[in-house]
């Protein structure tokens, strides 16, 4: 079953404009990783946030994490057509076998 | 950095065939290798996981029978869809981690599956 619920679901934006998405889940984790995937291809890694950190940048994104709330967000500053694609968070649960748990996505259309 | 290849990337087969799905970790020892599968539209929803030279452990609904898994070697792991049916056409995705995780977890491109 999933462990993460992402929202929203869709998001048109204009080229420039800043997206943000959210991701909700619902045990306690070890870390939660983003990941981007470009229509029909695989998953390329984002960045992860550790349990004990509540907010990391790489680039133009910048991921926070509420371990009260159970909750992150994935922000894409300065958005280009090229950040067209779904993104997914994804939770480490820590447990023997270090499986990843998926949330059900945000579609992110940047329009040029 | 690690990468997986996955092969084939897309693959046409009639109903009652089997198919079998590589992924190779080019530069690293994929000591776990987790299949995933994703309908259209969707989230990836783990199969199985699988540790090399070990029986994969799979996820509840999944039946091993019908998607054997092979993991002989660290830079090998095969997915085979016996007996396929449409409603198995899917996208399938692989992801290998090595003891440790030291790359985290790296993803193969995919497999488009459709069975006719």
């Known amino acids: 079953s999933q462990q993460g619920e992402e929202d929203p679901q869709a998001l048109s934006i204009q080229e420039g404009e800043n997206a943000t998405m959210n991701c909700s889940y619902k045990?306690?984790?070890?870390?939660l990783q983003w990941y981007r995937q470009n229509s029909g291809r695989g998953l390329v890694h984002l960045i992860l946030?550790?349990?004990?950190?509540r907010e990391k940048h790489s680039g133009r994104l910048r991921v926070t994490l509420d371990t009260s709330k159970k909750s992150s967000s994935l922000l894409i500053t300065a958005s280009r057509a090229a950040d067209t694609a779904s993104y997914f968070c994804?939770?480490?649960?820590?447990?023997?076998?270090?499986?990843?748990?998926f949330g059900g996505g945000t579609r992110v259309l940047v329009k040029p | 950095g690690a990468v997986v290849s996955q092969h084939p990337s897309w693959v046409i087969c009639k109903s009652g065939t089997s198919v079998k799905i590589e992924c190779r970790s080019l530069?690293?020892?994929?000591?776990?290798m987790f299949w995933y599968r994703q309908f259209p539209k969707q989230s990836l929803m783990l199969m199985a996981t699988?540790?090399?030279?070990?029986?994969?452990?799979?996820e509840q609904g999944v039946e091993k029978d019908k998607f054997l898994i092979n993991h002989a070697s660290l830079t090998l792991s095969t997915l085979t869809v016996t007996s396929a049916h449409p409603e198995d056409s899917s996208f399938y995705i692989c992801?290998?981690?090595?003891?440790?995780?030291?790359?985290?977890?790296?993803f193969g491109s995919g497999t488009r599956l459709t069975v006719v």
């Open positions: 992801s290998a981690g090595d003891r440790g995780y030291r790359y985290g977890y790296t």
């Open positions: 045990t306690s984790i070890n870390n």
């Open positions: 946030i550790r349990s004990n950190e």
């Open positions: 994804a939770t480490d649960l820590g447990a023997a076998g270090n499986k990843l748990t």
């Open positions: 530069d690293f020892q994929a000591t776990t």
């Open positions: 699988s540790n090399e030279g070990s029986k994969a452990t799979y």
